[in-house]
Nanobody, 126 residues
Framework: QVQLVESGGGLVQAGDSLRLSCAASGRTFSNYAMGWFRQAPGKEREFVAAITRGALVTVYADSVKGRFTVSRDNAKNTAALQMNSLKPEDTAVYYC???????????????????WGQGTQVTVSS
């Protein structure tokens, strides 16, 4: 079992930055690829970014490429999503997720992830 807790969400203006964190506990963190997903009201959950177990490979949704950066610190059992140049369309609940022995490149499909956090709200005003 892996427990994931997101933090760092909030209300910001367009063009601002936010850094989301995901703290993991339970099983060995470095055994899991980590992904970030988001869900806006009335929409399906969508892939945002992911990083392999050793942090060597990252992948991004086209909508966030060049603005968001995913990272992890296996020594601290944490993952992060740095979000720059935020847009109103980035407004959503953001979730981190863990994929046991995830492949390289990491999964974009939500159903492949084994554990999920409770989510943190990000609201970007125009």
């Amino acid at each position: 079992q892996v427990q994931l807790v997101e933090s760092g969400g909030g209300l910001v203006q367009a063009g601002d930055s936010l850094r989301l964190s995901c703290a993991a506990s339970g099983r060995t963190f470095s055994n899991y690829a980590m992904g970030w997903f988001r869900q806006a009201p009335g929409k399906e959950r969508e892939f945002v970014a992911a990083i392999t177990r050793g942090a060597l490979v990252t992948v991004y949704a086209d909508s966030v490429k060049g603005r968001f950066t995913v990272s992890r610190d296996n020594a601290k059992n944490t993952a992060a999503l740095q979000m720059n140049s935020l847009k109103p369309e980035d407004t959503a609940v953001y979730y981190c997720a863990a994929d046991y022995s995830g492949p390289s490149p990491p999964e974009r499909r939500a159903y492949m992830y084994d554990y999920w956090g409770q989510g943190t709200q990000v609201t970007v005003s125009s």
